[in-house]
């Protein structure tokens, strides 16, 4: 059974932030949210993840909601390179990954 | 960072021959690795948790007569695809994470499996 919802796809212009929504209303206290990212006939590619509060890196931002049942994946400036299809995923730390069907992401030149 | 290394990147086989696909965890140890399939336009599908050691850890319906799931060392561990038919035609990605080290689980660049 999915644990997240997310939009089936969404637009971004070139150059702009990319906001990527997810919901996961029955997270558990300790399961953590981490994002993924598989361009076209690749292997996914681990983005970011967090617990409880707001993280960032060099890929990206993760907003988490106070209550925990949503979050946001933030590209601050996307390239035409971050089309991709984005998928969130709440796991216990050192649990399998089961994959959604995520957020298929169109950057537009 | 963490590298997975899969091969080979494609293959082509005849209807009825077995394919070995290796996974290798080039620059760490790995106790656990997983294997995917991926068909065209769906999510990747986890077919099995690979334990070092022992024997995998096979998904509800996935047969583990046909796909056989080997972890003789830390570092590889590989998946037979058993009589291959054109219905096992698929993208196979491998994952892998140095347990106890981090967050995030690396994955290989997969590979391409048709079967004529």
Redesign the interface.
Known sequence: DAKTTQPTSMDCAEGRAANLPCNHSTISGNE?V?W?R?IH??????II?GLKNNETNEMASLIITEDRKSSTLILPHATLRDTA?Y?CIVSY??D???????TRLHILP | GAV?S?HPSWVICKSGTSVKIECRSLDFQATTM?W?RQFPKQ????MA?SNEGSKATYEQGVEKDKFLINHASLTLSTLTVTSAHPEDSS?Y?C?ARE??QG????????T?LTVV
Do not use: C, N
Not at chain 2, 43 to 46: A, E, F, R, V, W
Not at chain 2, 103 to 110: I, K, R
């Open positions: 953590y981490y993924y598989q006939s690749q292997g996914p590619q681990y993840h299809v998928y730390r050192d399998k990954i089961i994959f959604g069907k995520g | 997975v899969q997983f995917y999510s990747l599908m986890l948790t993208f990605i994952s347990l106890g967050h995030g689980y690396t994955f290989g660049s997969g391409r």
